[in-house]
T-cell receptor, first 116, second 114 residues
């Protein structure tokens, strides 16, 4: 059973370009979470999705950022018109379908975005 | 505002020694507290999870404690090994409309020297 797969591992973009980060959850997991980790900072919750639904996006910036988790395929975190402040490590985590207060989130290795 | 504070920020110990990491939080309404280990360049890996009614949880050489009254937790590592060198992150989740939103501490960076 493969773990949470994120790609690419490293992504370099110029200011104004778009960044697409992909996350394939563990097999059987239908809950996906995206986090951002700025240098020297703790992880910050961005968005929580289930298949085809955004459950909580309270941590997402209001502009330029969007996330989806389609019925088929990986979850996508999309950042439009990137700026230097978007440079960070973006982590995805997944949890099993019957998630409760003790659900374990399994993290991917992250995508490190660098904006030039 | 929900916050999680960890101390110390960094710690250096000799292999074989024990150490204790601290976590204080102001998160409401409290759902659970987790400790994660994050190796450099990797994603966090769960060590322990505790809900309100649990005050201790062990996972091998790792033992976590929770005092829900004082809103403090500790992670004790026994007989440290070189592979314990990592960042240890305290995460406290609040319940909001059925979902569990985590607040992460900045982590304690542990270095174990031979």
């Amino acid at each position: 059973n493969a773990g949470v797969m994120q790609n690419p591992r490293h992504l370099v973009r110029r200011r104004g370009q778009e960044a697409r980060l992909r996350c394939s959850p563990m097999k059987g997991h239908s809950h996906v979470y995206w986090y951002r980790q700025l240098p020297e900072e703790g992880l910050k919750f961005m968005v929580y999705l289930q298949k085809e639904n955004i459950i909580d996006e309270s941590g997402m910036p209001k502009e330029r950022f969007s996330a989806e988790f389609p019925k088929e395929g990986p979850s996508i975190l999309r950042i439009q018109q990137v700026v230097r402040g978007d440079s960070a490590a973006y982590f995805c985590a997944s949890s099993p379908t019957n998630a409760g207060p003790k659900n374990i989130q399994y993290f991917g290795a992250g995508t490190r975005l660098s904006v030039l | 505002k929900n916050q999680v504070e960890q101390s110390p920020q960094s710690l250096i110990i000799l292999e074989g020694k024990n150490c204790t990491l601290q976590c204080n939080y102001t998160v409401s309404p409290f759902s659970n507290l987790r400790w994660y280990k994050q190796d450099t360049g990797r994603g966090p890996v769960s060590l322990t999870i505790m809900t309100f009614s649990e005050n201790t949880k062990s996972n091998g050489r790792y033992t976590a404690t929770l005092d829900a009254d004082t809103k403090q937790s500790s992670l004790h590592i026994t007989a440290s090994q070189l592979s314990d060198s990592a960042s240890y992150i305290c995460v406290v989740s609040a319940t909001t409309g059925g979902s569990y939103i985590p607040t992460f501490g900045r982590g304690t960076s542990l270095i174990v020297h031979p």
